[in-house]
């Protein structure tokens, strides 16, 4: 089974609709990721989850919010979602104790907004 | 300012060995991280330098200048699946964040 899962992987909305990407993890690790790709853009930072109780806005976090229900689950939400919202999506995450702390990524969700 | 730089693209044939470098300007150093991703699938974790110096895993190693904020990637016996981009990335600060490459293509020609 994979260590970190994301759901849905593929999904198209309207323009104002509210959408929430999931993200659930079985590494047991404390910190969480939202990433956005687009092309030529390369991996950007939405919001970054140290603990269940440590919630922190990334370099482009306007338009989105986050939810981290516990500490296997970190959830995305667009309140109103606009066309230039289309990206794949990423959740991660990382144990800062590691010596090696690499981030571990899911599948990905392809978000279309139309 | 905290930046990576690293090519955009590159091209290379099948069987040689082809070098990508990654430059970059942070403060507060704590590491740097080589991943590979495949077009429209998730980033994959290669290798990871925190001292100078060369660090081997198989086809694939990487090298560290801390004093010239410096990095390459070494790809040897390049092989078809090798076709993917490259990302480069510090962690930087205390809190141990990760500091993205724009990322560099690859393309190995049979």
């Known amino acids: 089974d994979a260590d970190v899962t994301q759901t849905p992987r593929n999904r198209i909305t309207k323009t104002g609709k509210r959408i929430m990407l999931e993200c659930s993890q079985t590494?047991?690790?404390?910190?969480m990721y939202w990433y956005r790709q687009d092309p030529g853009l390369g991996l950007r930072l939405i919001y970054y989850s140290f603990d269940v109780k440590d919630i922190n806005k990334g370099e482009i976090s306007d338009g989105y919010s986050v939810s981290r229900q516990a500490q296997a689950k970190f959830s995305l939400s667009l309140e109103s979602a606009i066309p230039n919202q289309t990206a794949l999506y990423f959740c991660a995450t990382s144990s800062p104790g590691a010596d090696v702390h690499e981030q571990y990524f899911g599948p990905g969700t392809r978000l279309t907004v139309t | 300012g905290q930046n990576i730089d690293q090519p955009t693209e590159m091209t290379a044939t099948e069987g040689a060995i082809v070098q990508i470098n990654c430059t970059y300007q942070?403060?507060?150093?704590?590491?740097l991280f080589w991943y590979q991703q495949h077009a429209g699938e998730a980033p994959t974790f290669l290798s990871y330098n925190v001292l100078d110096g060369l660090e081997e895993k198989g086809r694939f190693s990487s090298f560290l200048s801390r004093s010239k904020g410096y990095s390459y990637l070494l790809l040897k016996e390049l092989q078809m699946k090798d076709s993917a981009s490259y990302l480069c990335?510090?962690?930087?600060?205390?809190?141990?964040?990760?500091?993205w490459g724009l990322g560099t293509s690859l393309a190995v020609n049979p």
């Open positions: 942070t403060s507060g150093f704590n590491g």
């Open positions: 990335a510090v962690s930087a600060g205390n809190n141990r964040k990760l500091i």
């Open positions: 590494k047991g690790h404390d910190r």
